[in-house]
């Protein structure tokens, strides 16, 4: 079963500096971080705070050349999590035809921030998430005590925690 997730904010994670996008659930019961990469976290946070560039950027790009096309993005779905990397689908609809489309999460949020379309998790993407082994992503940086303290944190986030970046 699929949840659908808004973008609630881009923090950083105070151990590697690295950007997290957070996804929350409308109930706010669900919280979904996933490490992206600076560029990645630009194209969101510029989206969010609805900055007009001078020259489109590639999610903008990639939005201009859907709307050329006459192809919408109906919806992104973020279905799996294999050995900490998260994996993504983009729903293009052509013509009377859905066209699913293999995508990093994070392109996926950008474009869908920019197309107005809808993130959808797989709820058993969220069970998986609960139990990341953070020392295979960070090569042994991670405690079982710092994954807790980082779960504890992520369920209890406010708005007002990712600053200028809050949705």
Request: proline share 5%; no cysteine.
């Amino acid at each position: 079963m699929f949840i659908e997730m808004k973008v609630a904010g881009i923090t950083l994670d105070p151990m590697t500096k690295m950007p997290i996008v957070i996804l929350k659930d409308s109930t706010g019961e669900n919280a979904l971080p996933i490490w992206i990469g600076i560029a990645e976290a630009s194209a969101i946070a510029t989206q969010l705070e609805k900055i007009d560039l001078a020259r489109p950027m590639t999610h903008d790009l990639l939005r201009n050349v859907l709307d050329e096309l006459q192809v919408n993005l109906d919806k992104v779905e973020i279905t799996d999590l294999k050995d900490n990397t998260y994996f993504a689908i983009l729903h293009l609809i052509v013509g009377d035809e859905v066209l699913p489309v293999d995508s990093r999460p994070s392109d996926a949020i950008a474009l869908a921030l920019r197309t107005e379309s809808p993130i959808f998790v797989d709820e058993e993407v969220l069970n998986k998430s609960r139990h990341i082994d953070a020392s295979k992503a960070e090569e042994g940086m991670v405690t079982p005590e710092d994954r807790d303290k980082w779960t504890e944190i992520l369920e209890n986030l406010s708005p007002e925690a990712f600053g200028k970046y809050k949705m």
